[in-house]
Nanobody, 129 residues
């Protein structure tokens, strides 16, 4: 039973930091790409950052490059986790953040939400100005 559980959201002032966690189970973590997406009210869900657990490649949206860092933690194999460290947050980062798992690792389309078979529930991030 594939599960992804996102947590770590909250309310923070502009310039602050948050670390989101995506705890996963029920699939072979090393074969999947994990993506973080976000959706602001009235906007499309967009890819923020992705990591391929098979070869370590990472992707960052231009809007978050240099501020966000994605990483995988395999120290507890019963609950492999992907983190999204978010620094220097801006009001425009406000959104519901979701993590998702893609078994195909087609890097060319890694930012497309339809590539991802499994999704966790979102966690709200609110950045005040």
């Amino acid at each position: 039973d594939v599960q992804l559980q996102a947590s770590g959201g909250g309310l923070v002032q502009a310039g602050g930091s948050l670390r989101l966690s995506c705890v996963t189970s029920g699939f072979n973590f090393d074969d999947y790409t994990i993506g973080w997406f976000r959706q602001a009210p009235g906007k499309e869900r967009e890819a923020v950052s992705c990591i391929s657990n098979s070869d370590g490649r990472t992707y960052y949206a231009d809007s978050v490059k240099g501020r966000f860092t994605i990483s995988s933690d395999r120290s507890d194999r019963s609950k492999n986790t992907v983190y999204l460290q978010m620094n220097r947050l801006k009001p425009e980062d406000t959104a519901v953040y979701y993590c998702a798992a893609d078994p195909r690792n087609s890097w060319r389309v890694i930012t497309m939400k339809d590539e991802y078979d499994f999704w966790g529930l979102g966690t709200q991030v609110t950045v005040s100005s």
